[in-house]
């Protein structure tokens, strides 16, 4: 065992004295032993105390700063987007020309034009999901292009006063340019001798809610008239805009004020309304009386349905939740997609649930998923020449998909790192080819993986894997 010598004040004086018999001899030198003894340093020459970090020499002090101080953590500048196209906004629909042809160039001049890398895959409803990764700019305008390019556009105008046409555009068109970054639209102001006050804009439905809304937001703040707000949760706007904003639509109409509640698509609570003050003020009283009664009025109810299920309880364009509202005065709140969550909420008035609740599970279960099992070296009889039996299938019912099942071989000892950290490798082959794997536990010893999903998806994730 090792041990530590301290040394004391009263040690280095014993030590001290403990020399100056030692020293006699310098006396025959000429130097006495008193003046040998001055000589000697004392225990605070030899040893002088560490100063006060208050009393610390400036240089030590930024010395001790530079140690001390916290270093800046370094962010990677590399970020990862995935965007959903919906089959039925999808510009190339034809799945034998997936990864080729048309849609294969058109993101590999993406690729070039933005710096960005893209990476499809084919949902199992025929959607188109797209992983886009880059640096924030690049990526952002990669975004743009695959909405104008791979995405069938709409359209819409907005009306807003003339002269607030400038403020839109911003300082050298940089307001408009960021504008249609931030929303994958594109804006079309009239030019300023034009006398029309509308504005077109072009792009996906979600595109279009979060455009016009940004330019009504620009108007409100530049018109000279009364402008208002009022932050309302944001679960009770169904209950002010209605049932296909029909509701919105009628108290503008009787109160002349223009109102502008924000898309569900858009993350923000604040209601804005403009227009005669007299006019703002009477629709400030009606909406803010509809928010109170069903704050008041209205209760929730939590129910659990299968995840894959919620789009057909959402409808097309949202339409089927537009519909229960309207029959049923029921909002009903879905978990984001990206979400893990299967609760759905029903919101509204007691007596009004139950109705609503059987509408919900009535949509969730009108479609199934059914699956046939045959030997592979059937499906190309299955499929026919070129495809031709698959699609007369389809077209006799066209919401009939195929799924292919596969195995892979893969020893077991390299299972874990196709698992990776947390499950990330193996929930990443999932998401990004929409299928469904199973990895087989230790205590079966099996080096087969099975995979599940449709045949570009199959195709995909064997690849990932291997």
């Keep these: 065992m090792s041990s530590v010598a301290v040394l004391t004040q009263e040690i280095f004086n014993e030590h001290r004295s403990g020399l100056l018999p030692e020293q006699s001899n310098a006396a025959v030198a000429g130097t006495s032993v008193g003046e040998e003894e001055d000589a000697l340093p004392t225990y605070k020459e030899a040893f002088p105390p560490l100063p006060e970090k208050a009393a610390s020499p400036e240089g030590t002090q930024e010395t001790a700063n530079a140690w001390t101080s916290k270093i800046r953590s370094l ?37 070039q034009k933005t710096g960005a890398h893209l990476e499809l895959s084919l949902a199992k409803d025929q959607g188109l999901s797209i992983m886009v990764s ?123 004020a223009r109102i502008n509640v924000p898309p569900p698509s858009v993350n923000k609570t604040e209601v804005v309304i403009t227009g005669e003050k007299e006019q703002v003020a009477l629709a400030m009283v009606m909406i803010k009386k509809i928010f109170e009664e069903k704050k008041k009025n209205t209760t929730t109810i939590a129910v659990e349905v299968k995840k894959s299920q919620h789009k057909y309880v959402i409808g097309p364009k949202g339409n089927t939740l537009q519909e229960i509202l309207d029959k ?78 596969t195995e892979i071989t893969v020893d077991p000892k390299f299972h874990r790192h196709l698992i990776g950290k947390g499950g990330v490798n193996i929930n990443r082959i999932k998401e990004l080819h929409k299928v469904t ?16 999903g449709g045949p570009p998806g199959c195709a995909g994730s064997k690849e990932g894997a291997a």
């Design 437 to 452: 794997v199973r990895i087989p536990p230790d205590n079966e010893k099996s080096n087969l993986i099975p995979y599940r």
């Design 134 to 256: 880059g640096k924030m700019d690049a990526v952002m305008k990669a975004r743009k292009e695959i909405v104008s390019r791979l995405q069938t556009q709409a359209s819409t105008t907005v009306a807003i006063p003339k002269e607030h046409h400038r403020f839109v555009i911003g300082k050298n068109g940089e307001k408009l340019q960021e504008l249609e970054l931030k929303t994958a639209t594109k804006i079309q102001i009239p030019r300023p001798d034009d006398p029309s006050n509308q504005i077109k804009i072009s792009g996906t439905k979600e595109g279009l809610e979060k455009a016009k809304h940004e330019i009504l937001l620009i108007s409100a703040e530049q018109d000279k008239r009364a402008v208002e707000r009022v932050n309302i949760d944001k679960v009770y706007h169904p209950f002010i805009t209605g049932a296909y904003n029909k509701l919105v639509g009628e108290l503008m109409q009787e109160t002349g």
């Design 328 to 405: 049923t005065g029921v909002s009903v709140e879905i978990p984001p997609s990206d979400s893990s969550s299967e609760t759905i909420i029903l919101r509204g008035e007691p007596d009004r649930l139950g109705q609503a609740l059987t509408e919900v599970y009535a949509k969730a279960n009108s479609y199934t998923i059914g699956m046939v099992s045959a030997p592979s070296w059937l499906h190309r009889f299955i499929i026919g020449k070129k495809g031709q039996n698959l699609a007369k299938i389809t077209q006799q019912m066209p919401k009939i998909s195929r799924m292919d099942y």
């Design 75 to 111: 962010k990677s500048s590399i970020i990862t987007q995935v965007f959903h196209v919906p089959l039925e906004e999808r510009k190339y629909k034809d799945i034998s020309q997936f990864g080729e042809g048309d849609q294969a160039k058109v993101c590999v001049d993406i690729m």
